[in-house]
């Protein structure tokens, strides 16, 4: 489904709607920079957690979603830009999603939400966050997207690397959105996802960053560097 639709109407705000209560918020038990896993209350794998050394002055973080792609891991979300993380600032937060892939794709948003929910108001009363942005590969793109468009006054911008839909159930707020697509992409073919997705994003009044590259279903380093550089630089 490449489609995005606007909602005929705004339903009450819901996790089965996709919404996200967690907020920015002055941390109240600061947490280490470094590499961290976060356990999920069953004792598995919640998420992976980088947060570079604190600047100089405190500066917030700009906080990174980034979800990974079907049958992927949490560590895999976490290297999309992973190598990028320190010289910007970047917090990055990359959690495991409970079944292969995320709940929306599985049929609508439900567990996954709510985990992503927790996971960021645990972040936020960790670590100062001046700005979120959700970001993924492939199926976690997909998401990155529903999600970023569904809560858009929390995250100011999408990255989404190989998306295949959008498909928020209300909108709000206008994130600006950076997508890339390989063209010879076998596994989403570009034909039926970005070059469908990006026109419709177009018309619904985003702002849509939007490259082509040679290859498949990937992220060359090029491509990160042209994201993170779109990311990083004040609209």
């Known amino acids: 489904m490449s489609e995005l639709r606007p909602p005929a109407r705004q339903p009450v705000d819901d996790p089965r709607h996709g919404r996200l209560a967690a907020r920015p918020r002055p941390p109240g038990s ?15 794998l919640l ?15 700009r906080l990174v ?17 992973l190598p990028v993380a320190d010289a910007h600032h970047l ?20 567990v996954d939400v709510r985990r992503i929910d927790g996971l960021l108001a645990t972040v936020f009363d960790g670590y100062p966050v001046r700005d979120v942005t959700f970001g993924g590969f492939s199926d976690g793109a997909s998401y990155a997207l529903s999600l970023g468009l569904t809560n858009g006054e929390l995250v100011d911008a999408v990255l989404a690397f190989s998306p295949g839909f959008a498909a928020p ?27 469908r997705l990006v026109p419709h994003l177009h018309d619904l009044g985003y702002e849509v960053a ?12 090029p ?13």
């Open 30 to 44: 600061p947490a280490p920079a470094g590499l961290l896993p976060l356990s999920a209350p069953d004792g598995g």
């Open 47 to 61: 998420a992976m957690v980088y947060a570079p050394e604190p600047a100089a002055a405190g500066a917030a973080y």
């Open 65 to 81: 979603l980034l979800l990974h792609g079907a049958g992927g891991s949490a560590r895999q979300g976490l290297e999309l830009l």
């Open 91 to 110: 917090l990055l937060v990359a959690p495991q999603a409970v079944a292969s892939s995320w709940d929306l794709i599985a049929g609508g948003f439900g």
């Open 169 to 195: 159930l209300v909108t709000h707020g206008r994130p600006r959105i950076f997508v890339s697509h390989g063209v010879d992409d076998r596994v989403l073919p570009i034909d039926v996802c970005s070059r």
């Open 210 to 221: 939007y490259e082509e590259f040679p290859g498949g279903h990937e992220i060359p380093a």
């Open 223 to 235: 491509i990160r560097q042209s994201a993170t550089t779109w990311l990083t630089t004040a609209p």
